[in-house]
């Protein structure tokens, strides 16, 4: 099992940065890959990021590239999310999930069929 506790959310005004933080608990030694989704009031959970454990793949929703950057601590078993440049689209609870299984991961790193660990979430919400 792994264990997933994301923080760092908060409200902040449109162009401004956080840094969410997603720490894994548990078997985190069999963790293949771990990736970013939110989920917009009322909407369905979408991709954000994905990185493998290694850090030789990475991956970003078209909507965030260039502005969000994914990374890991792995001596704190920490993956963080840098988002940067914020806009009003980008509130949302911003959930941190992980996978055991490469295999799936590599084809669906976007789906969220890929992950069998989810965090509880954590609020994002940018103001104009």
């Known amino acids: 099992q792994v264990q997933l506790v994301e923080s760092g959310g908060g409200l902040v005004q449109a162009g401004g940065s956080l840094r969410l933080s997603c720490a894994a608990s548990?078997?985190?030694?069999?963790?293949?890959?771990t990736g970013w989704f939110r989920q917009p009031l009322g909407k369905e959970r979408e991709f954000v990021a994905a990185?493998?454990?290694?850090?030789?793949?990475?991956y970003y929703a078209d909507s965030v590239k260039g502005r969000f950057t994914i990374s890991r601590d792995n001596a704190k078993n920490t993956v963080y999310l840098q988002m940067n440049s914020l806009e009003p689209e980008d509130t949302a609870v911003y959930y941190c999930?992980?996978?055991?299984?490469?295999?799936?991961?590599?084809?669906?790193?976007?789906?969220?069929?890929?992950?069998?660990?989810w965090g509880q979430g954590t609020q994002v919400t940018v103001s104009s």
């Open positions: 548990g078997r985190t030694s069999s963790t293949e890959a």
């Open positions: 999930a992980a996978t055991t299984s490469w295999y799936r991961w590599s084809y669906s790193y976007d789906q969220t069929t890929a992950y069998g660990y």
């Open positions: 990185r493998s454990s290694s850090g030789g793949n990475t």
